[in-house]
T-cell receptor
Framework: KAGVTQTPRYLIKTRGQQVTLSCSPI?????VSWYQQTPGQGLQFLFEYFSETQRNKGNFPGRFSGRQFSNSRSEMNVSTLELGDSALYLCASSLHRATDTQYFGPGTRLTVL | AQKVTQAQTEISVVEKEDVTLDCVYETRDTTYYLFWYKQPPSGELVFLIR??????QNEISGRYSWNFQKSTSSFNFTITASQVVDSAVYFC????????????FGTGTRLTVIP
């Protein structure tokens, strides 16, 4: 079974721009979660989508948003990029319950200049 | 509140040595789940183990073993006869059963195995 895929793998943007990251979950998985990883803050939960609905959200500003499509693929968007948004963005998928194991993709490394 | 502490920031061992990575957690929930993930230089988080709060049995998988002790709120991870391929950052994580599907991660332990 194919794992979680994320595109693109690397992105370079400038301040003020916006960016969209994509995540395709493992086949059959209906829950997709997003995490941000930075050297200073570590791994932090952004949000989770299940059945096209945001089920949970972490403590991030409204510039961070996401959505999920009917095939469970998910996208996250960051508007008005700031230097501090430079990070590795990881997507994880799980079957459906909150406590199912999450399997991670390779991540998208975003650099904001 | 949920919290995971990995006090060891970096550990270096010589190949074939055993190494234990510590994880201490805090939660008010009686039902919770603990995880270990490995993050090699490529960046992807690789799932290693999941344990629920009602199962305190230790687990062994090849060279890996896990010691879960609710009395001390610890979930330690031991690698026996370490290999260079074990070099990575290891994360301990906690989730609860509130319906919120998010993992609380520790800060990670960077393990370097020296050949």
């Amino acid at each position: 079974k194919a794992g979680v895929t994320q595109t693109p793998r690397y992105l370079i943007k400038t301040r003020g721009q916006q960016v969209t990251l994509s995540c395709s979950p493992i086949s059959g998985h209906r829950s997709v979660s997003w995490y941000q990883q930075t050297p200073g803050q570590g791994l932090q939960f952004l949000f989770e989508y299940f059945s096209e609905t945001q089920r949970n959200k972490g403590n991030f500003p409204g510039r961070f948003s996401g959505r999920q499509f009917s095939n469970s693929r998910s996208e996250m968007n960051v508007s008005t990029l700031e230097l501090g948004d430079s990070a590795l963005y990881l997507c994880a998928s799980s079957l459906h319950r909150a406590t199912d194991t999450q399997y991670f993709g390779p991540g998208t490394r975003l650099t904001v200049l | 509140a949920q919290k995971v502490t990995q006090a060891q920031t970096e550990i270096s061992v010589v190949e074939k040595e055993d190494v234990t990575l510590d994880c201490v957690y805090e939660t008010r929930d009686t039902t919770y789940y603990l995880f270990w993930y490995k993050q090699p230089p490529s960046g992807e988080l690789v799932f290693l183990i999941r344990r629920n709060s009602f199962d305190e049995q230790n687990e062994i998988s090849g060279r890996y073993s896990w010691n879960f002790q609710k009395s001390t709120s610890s979930f330690n991870f031991t690698i026996t006869a370490s290999q260079v391929v074990d070099s990575a950052v290891y994360f301990c994580a906690l989730s609860n059963q509130t319906g919120a599907n998010n993992l609380f991660f520790g800060t990670g332990t960077r393990l370097t195995v020296i050949p």
